[in-house]
T-cell receptor
């Protein structure tokens, strides 16, 4: 079976533009997570989906960040009016949804804002 | 709220030497504990996990970790380092509650193996 797939793998955008990052989780995984990885900062939790709803979006850094999940599967993370500090690797992970949570990660999208 | 502290952002060992990567956690309830490894330009891969039961946990690639509640630690070890072990290692803690089973990660330890 396929693992978690993220696209694009790399994205370069100009400051002020909007970007969309996509995540295809492992089939059947009900839980989906977005993390941000910045140099020297470890992994920063952004948002958690259970099915199509997001019971925990406490990690989204500003209202420029939003995410949705449709059909209990694909998720899109959208960043509006990108800033240079948004440059990072955005990692998506999925899980069967029952504790203990074991996350299966995609290879990430490296976002560079120029 | 839970938290994880990894001591040492960068550790260097000689090939064949013991690998010891340190992790301490903070949690108000019994935690689930994890070690993940990240190779360059890849996502994170699970090395091992502690849930309940035996406190010494064995994982892939010869790694193991011991849960010590009294010390709130979950250090990762491997008796003999191999060049292929060079990567970044992340310790993580998970607890249930608040509708989210998110993992909280440490900042990572980059392991270099010297030939």
């Amino acid at each position: 079976g396929a693992g978690v797939s993220q696209s694009p793998s790399n994205k370069v955008t100009e400051k002020g533009k909007d970007v969309e990052l996509r995540c295809d989780p492992i089939s059947g995984h009900t839980a989906l997570y977005w993390y941000r990885q910045s140099l020297g900062q470890g992994l920063e939790f952004l948002i958690y989906f259970q099915g199509n709803s997001a019971p925990d979006k406490s990690g989204l850094p500003s209202d420029r960040f939003s995410a949705e999940r449709t059909g209990g599967s694909v998720s899109t993370l959208t960043i509006q009016r990108t800033q240079q500090e948004d440059s990072a690797v955005y990692l998506c992970a999925s899980s069967p949804g029952q504790p203990p949570v074991v996350l299966h990660f995609g290879n990430g999208t490296r976002l560079t804002v120029t | 709220a839970q938290s994880v502290t990894q001591l040492g952002s960068h550790v260097s060992v000689s090939e064949g030497a013991l690998v010891l990567l340190r992790c301490n956690y903070s949690s108000s309830v019994p935690p689930y504990l994890f070690w993940y490894v990240q190779y360059p330009n890849q996502g994170l891969q699970l090395l091992l996990k502690y849930t309940t039961g035996a406190t010494l946990v064995k994982g892939i690639n010869g790694f193991e970790a011991e849960f010590k509640k009294s010390e709130t630690s979950f250090h990762l070890t491997k008796p003999s380092a191999h060049m292929s072990d060079a990567a970044e290692y992340f310790c993580a803690v998970s607890v249930s509650g608040a509708g989210s089973y998110q993992l909280t990660f440490g900042k990572g330890t980059k392991l270099s193996v010297i030939p």
